[in-house]
């Protein structure tokens, strides 16, 4: 189980060469021109699976604040490749778009191809991801930890399957399995703008670590 989740993270996750330090591009958020399977059910009720007999069940209203958000991401996963022993990593951007009752994500390769598309409304989620990516590639398993991430407290607490809490201090959120008191995750996150600069969650129940790199569009900093 631990292997197939790796590697439908992260492995799968868009493993380029892009240094940390360049400009990030700007995807954006058309419509896709070019052929993708397409997954598109009814919301309420979705739920993604973060371990065997563990669901997070999306908020039915996807961004439930009237500011609007638009961000430009560059992220890096690192893991280790349970073949060699090795740890590797992995880059690839991304831009998420959210407004009341509507959340856009759009995920491009090195090449600046689409890759992945998520369009999350209150009546329905549509997540297509291009024929190239790895078929063990669980785009609503990234659109979790996006949302652990970067998504208010409560809306997270709501989310989490029974067996697991979360707690939230200045700068970290750590969510934990209560039936044997381990970590299964520590997310660091900005304290003035969670929208703005580094986050960063250590998931300790598969041993990989996400790193990202957000920017307001439109900021120079």
């Known amino acids: 189980m631990r292997s197939v989740v790796v590697k439908t993270l992260v492995a799968g996750m868009l493993a380029t060469g892009l240094s940390a330090c360049e400009t990030m591009n700007m995807p954006d958020l058309s419509m ?5 399977p397409d997954v598109f059910t009814s919301t309420p009720a979705q739920t993604v ?27 890096t996963a690192n893991w280790k490749n349970t073949s060699s022993n090795e740890t590797e990593t992995g880059t690839f951007q991304a831009r998420i778009s959210l407004e009341r009752d509507h959340a856009r994500i759009v995920m491009i390769d090195d090449l600046g191809r689409r890759a992945i598309d998520i369009d999350w409304s209150t009546d329905a989620l549509s997540v297509q991801t291009a024929d190239r990516l790895p078929a063990t590639l669980d785009a609503r398993r990234m659109l979790a930890d996006i949302v652990m991430v970067y998504w208010p407290l409560d809306v997270v607490r709501d989310a989490l399957p029974r067996d697991l809490s979360i707690r939230e201090t200045m700068g970290e959120r750590t969510l934990r399995i209560d039936s044997n008191g381990r970590f299964y995750a520590r997310i660091e996150r900005p304290v003035r703008d969670v929208w703005q600069g580094f986050a960063k969650i250590r998931n300790e129940r598969f041993g990989y670590v996400i ?11």
């Open 32 to 36: 896709p021109d070019f052929s993708m």
């Open 49 to 75: 699976m973060l371990d065997e007999g563990y669901e997070f069940t999306l908020p039915e209203q996807p961004w439930t604040d009237d500011d609007a958000i638009d961000v430009t991401q560059q992220v």
């Open 211 to 221: 790193t990202i790199q957000s920017k307001h569009t439109g900021s120079s900093s």
